[in-house]
Nanobody, 123 residues
């Protein structure tokens, strides 16, 4: 069983930056996909970014502002710059396992989820 723990959320003003961290415990496949999702009140969970050791994916809404990095098989970061009020949400880390398949931004692809960390951006 994989457990994911997120940290780094907080409250910032528009234009500010935050870095989210996600550390996985348990067995992690080295080539798996680890992703960040977010969910605002009353909205569906949406994919923000994801990474394998060699590939990164981003939602159009965060391209050029957010950077995902895979430090090692168990750790992934999300650097968020130029934050906007519409980025306000609970952010979740997720990890998949073999057999791999489906879109990186589809929550059903992922088997393990963290508890989330809140990001609030004020205008």
């Amino acid at each position: 069983q994989v457990q994911l723990v997120e940290s780094g959320g907080g409250s910032v003003q528009a234009g500010g930056s935050l870095r989210l961290s996600c550390v996985a415990s348990g067995y992690i496949y080295s080539n798996n996909l680890m992703g960040w999702f977010r969910q605002a009140p009353g909205k569906e969970r949406e994919g923000v970014a994801a990474a394998t050791p060699g590939t990164t994916y981003y939602a159009d809404s965060v391209k050029g502002r957010f950077t995902i990095s895979r430090y090692n098989a168990n750790t992934v970061y999300l650097q968020m710059n130029g934050l906007k009020p519409e980025d306000t949400a609970m952010y979740y880390c997720a990890a998949d396992r073999p057999p791999y398949g489906g879109s990186w931004s589809n929550p059903s692809r992922y088997d393990s989820w963290g508890q989330g960390t809140q990001v609030t951006v004020s205008s």
